[in-house]
């Protein structure tokens, strides 16, 4: 990992940019509450202290309490169907009254309705659901699971890789801000290199050597390994394999009998195009997690999905989260799949790709700033160089480039120091989406102009 990376926006809050975009803030009362907001709250990375009071949501569109606007390209991966879509927000009111809450020990009828419709949704043999609070605990679920049914307790991820924010979850995840200063995480975790397009190495390409890897690890742990963990396609700086890749890595898992847990929590539901990302590589998942656009971005609620073979651990408690069964997330999650299919949505996101595509690589025609565009459905990645020769991450850059489009009305993270990424709500128009590109492209075009 770059130095230069833990000095950007992303990771820290207190950068220069930041300073700066304080100042921006005039609003008495947005001064007033991000300092109460600072003063009530733990702070943490990523966190408090805050770039903004918010006050509402519709569509795109966050709106901050001064009422200025931003198309919001980052959401935290909730807003597939746009924010506040009355369609859900109907079915999810009505729920309220008849039950908001179901106590674990009983079941109702939307989770069973929905338990259906993703088995439904997933591939044969793919129906065992269990759903939970949100996308983390749905991980450490996934984990026990592999555990009970392969007897193996180890674990291979990708570096870099970020699967949530309890020990469990960093522990296999691969980024080293989330566990700096927190002693012993648990045991058995190797970590293998990400498939990578764009690398600042000379070296030629290849996936292969990258799935090889795993076999070699799997090999090298004395058959000790249960699961391999992975994001289908990395939602953060937007890396996206090959089929080859694929078809190897499952095969390497089927023959060392090591479950495939895919995580799909930020990119299912159409943000690739596809309902869930493995369609694209005609492979299936032993696990897959799920969550967070899952509940419309109204509701929390994830869920991991595994094989029907898989339901032999009634003797633990897997889950047992009080907000298991949630009645109203279970309804969120129906109408957010409801409002998909009825709309065509996922047909649309596909056209939407094209579009997009061709926008971006005219943006990389005319910015030398850009080394690599790349993405896939409306998850987009534009990783900024110095270099193109030599693909220096332009950090600095990145994250003037993030702010500049803040001040604009456009909202996104920058992944990896250097990589603008952008996760539009899928139900955004042309429109809307050229008035984003224009914001990037002037934020780009400002990067010649002196800095204070
Ligand atoms: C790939 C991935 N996995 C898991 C999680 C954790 O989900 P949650 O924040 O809902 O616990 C996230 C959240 O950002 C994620 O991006």
């Not at 919001?72 to 009355?86: A, K, L, R, T």
């Not at 967070?292 to 109204?298: C, M, N, Q, V």
């Not at 080394?371 to 600095?396: F, M, P, Q, S």
Request: charged share 25%; proline share 4%.
């Amino acid at each position: 990992m770059d130095n230069n990376q833990h000095l950007t926006e992303g990771d820290i809050n207190k950068s220069n940019s930041r300073v700066k975009w304080y100042k921006t803030i005039r609003n008495a009362s947005a001064l007033e509450f991000l300092q109460r907001d600072e003063d009530s709250f733990l702070h943490q990375s990523l966190s408090t202290p805050c770039l903004q009071v918010l006050e509402s949501c519709e569509g795109i569109y966050i709106y901050d309490v001064t009422g200025k606007r931003y198309m919001d390209f980052h959401g935290n991966n909730v807003h597939q169907i746009g924010y506040c879509n009355q369609f859900v927000i109907e079915k999810v009111k009505k729920q309220m009254d008849i039950l908001p809450f179901s106590p674990r020990r009983y079941t109702n009828i939307p989770s069973i309705k929905l338990a259906e419709k993703l088995a439904n949704l997933l591939p044969d043999g793919l129906n065992r659901v269990l759903f939970a609070p949100g996308g983390t605990s749905a991980i450490g679920i996934a984990l026990k699971l592999a555990r009970v049914v392969t007897g193996k307790h180890k674990v291979i991820s990708l570096w870099d890789s970020f699967h949530g924010a309890s020990m469990d979850a960093i522990s296999v995840g691969g980024e080293e801000q989330f566990k700096t200063d927190l002693g012993p995480l648990f045991p058995g975790v190797n970590h293998i290199a990400p498939p990578m397009t764009y690398r600042n190495t000379n070296t030629d390409y290849d996936e292969l050597n990258y799935a090889n890897q795993l076999e070699i690890e799997i090999e090298q742990s004395g058959n000790q390994i249960g699961a391999f963990i992975i994001e289908t396609i990395r939602n953060t700086d937007v890396q996206i394999p090959t089929k080859a890749y694929w078809k190897r890595v499952r095969e390497i898992c089927t023959k060392h009998k090591v479950l495939l847990i895919l995580d799909e929590i930020p990119i299912a539901f159409g943000r690739t195009g596809k309902m869930f990302a493995f369609e694209h590589y005609d492979i299936e998942p032993d696990i897959i997690c799920l969550g967070k656009g899952l509940g419309a971005g109204i509701i929390p609620i994830a869920a991991i999905v595994a094989r029907d073979e898989y339901n032999i651990a009634s003797h633990i408690s897997l889950g047992h989260y009080t907000h298991e069964k949630s009645p109203l997330g279970a309804v969120a999650a129906l109408g957010m799949l409801e409002f998909m299919e009825s709309t065509n949505l996922l047909q649309k996101v596909k056209e939407d790709e094209l579009f997009v595509r061709e926008q971006l690589h005219l943006l990389k025609l005319k910015h030398l700033w850009i080394g690599d565009v790349r993405g896939i459905g409306l998850l987009w990645g534009i990783e900024l160089v110095k270099d193109r020769n030599t693909k220096e991450k332009a950090v600095t850059e990145a994250e003037r480039v993030m702010y500049y489009c803040l001040d604009l009305g456009l909202s996104f993270k920058v992944s990896q120091g250097n990589v603008l990424q952008l996760c539009p709500p899928l139900i955004i128009t042309r429109v809307q989406l050229m008035d984003a590109f224009k914001i990037i492209d002037l934020a780009l075009l400002s990067l010649s102009e002196p800095t204070e």
